[in-house]
């Protein structure tokens, strides 16, 4: 179960909104967001005061730990807090709690105005639904070998420790919500496809990264295609599921070996 659903009501692009707002998804190197505290005293990727956070800090990644600069722990913490303070019973409620997490109009107005970005629907219906069953584990540990069509899972090796999701791990799970069923490793996924040229790119393709983009046998990442040169990818082990930029970031584009868009015709039995 994601955050969002341990709140009945609490819709899931508000939570993502404000892992957005707060902290770039952990990805700011404002204080307090990795460790120590902000000049507020807030701590972590959703930005806690250690008195609010040890009356609705969770378990999130259910490691026997309630850590505020965890992500997956402070997640389920965000949404416990809002739904204390009534997230989930309606339009007024949902904008006083959000209100309660940060007590400014403006914060308000810029959390509502996020999740309605991360809610619009895409010109491909399965494409929008993968990219909206990705969208919901936003902040989600990266786990190696993690993650699958059910959601995410322990990984193996020095993933056996976390529950979440490695790169293919995640686009098999966003596409398997759009009635696909991919293969589970990046290589295989990109044979399994119709493949797009990158000027034809639609929200909901997959993204393939190799060390030799001339041999797609050396593909080792994928990501899927959110619009505006930006992809949701699980990077890799000590990150999370985050949306970043690829277009024009000189890594990416070195090893950028082509684009999939994934039907059902094209999908294991």
Known sequence: MDAAQSCPGLPWNVLAAIGKIESDHGRSTMPGVHTGENHAGAGGPMQFLAATWAAYGAD??????????????AIYGAANYLCANGAGKGSKRLKQAIWRYNHADWYVRKV??????????????????????????LGTPYSWGGGGPSGPTYGIAHGAGTKGFDCSGLTQH??????????????????AGTHIPRAQLQPGDLLFFATNPANSATIHHVGIYYGRGRMIHAPYTGDVVRIAQFAGNPYRERQYTGATRPTPSTTEP
């Open 174 to 191: 966003a596409w398997a919500k759009a009635g696909v069923h991919l293969p589970r490793v990046a290589a295989a996924q990109y044979n």
């Open 60 to 73: 999130g990644d259910h490691d026997g730990r309630k850590d505020r600069y965890n992500p997956a722990d």
């Open 112 to 137: 509502l105005d996020q999740a309605t970005r991360y809610a619009t629907p895409t010109t491909s219906r399965r494409g929008a639904i993968a990219v909206k069953a990705a969208l919901r584990w």
